[in-house]
């Protein structure tokens, strides 16, 4: 494993997290200094499973600082952003396909106060959202395709990485670029490297059930600093 050669900012998911200890696990965050933390809603339609819902949202707002970073893998998505607002989460991002007019959607969102984003499935390209980076705070990129945690890197899905971040840079945008699945000790810093500002951390680093906890943060802490 190499160090990154940017600096980035690590989010915890949540889904992966001790949900029977999760006032625990949020004051370890917060002691640990994590800045934002990624809470995957699934719906049981978009994708297979099922996970967190407004009022847990909510609950964890009311009892951590941390900003939160809503990721809406959801059908009908326009019926979501009005429930999952009430957590008054820094970012909220979507995938365009759910909804029949992925720009209004995003500047419902801002409306509201919360930053809007997009999520890019593996098989969805960047030229079909390319329209909708001008109004976007964040993309996020899935690295895996969405719905479960603990599935293998899509390959092709770094040089999409770093395509957009080179898309960015031509256009004068200042988008954030977050990657997220499969985030293990060997793919954080080609993510990086590519381009991503932001790390989702999940079951392959920070939830590795094969280290404590502390020592998954300091670890992800230095990869983070290039310390």
């Known amino acids: ?6 600096a980035f900012t690590v989010a915890p998911s949540l889904m992966c997290a001790d949900l029977l200890n999760l006032g625990s696990e949020l004051s370890t965050f917060e002691q640990a200094g994590m800045e934002l ?3 995957d809603i699934m719906d049981g339609h978009y994708v297979p499973n099922m996970t967190l819902s ?3 949202c909510t609950q964890v707002a009311a009892a951590c600082a941390i900003p939160q970073d809503i990721h809406l893998m959801v059908e009908n998505v326009d019926r979501f952003v009005p429930l999952f607002s009430a957590a008054a989460p820094r ?3 979507f ?3 759910t909804t029949r007019h992925p720009l209004r959607t995003m500047q419902q969102i801002r409306a509201g106060g919360i930053r809007p984003g997009i999520a890019i499935d593996p098989a969805v390209s960047l030229a079909t959202v390319e329209p909708l ?3 976007a705070d964040i993309v996020c990129v899935m690295t895996v395709s969405p719905g479960y945690s603990g599935q293998a890197l899509i390959p092709w899905s770094l040089d999409k990485i770093a395509d957009l971040a080179q898309l960015r840079a031509q256009r004068g945008l200042d988008f954030l670029i977050e990657a997220d699945g499969n985030a293990s000790w060997d793919n954080i810093p ?3 490297d590519a381009g991503a500002d932001i790390i989702v951390a999940g079951t392959s680093s920070l939830f590795d ?3 404590s906890r502390s020592d998954a943060l300091t670890r992800l802490q230095r990869l983070a600093r290039r310390e």
């Open 1 to 6: 494993m190499h160090q990154p050669e940017r």
């Open 37 to 39: 933390l990624h809470m």
């Open 54 to 56: 407004p009022d847990v």
């Open 91 to 93: 970012y909220m991002t």
């Open 95 to 97: 995938h365009p396909e």
């Open 133 to 135: 980076l001008l109004e």
């Open 190 to 192: 080609p993510m990086v």
């Open 209 to 211: 059930a094969t280290m």
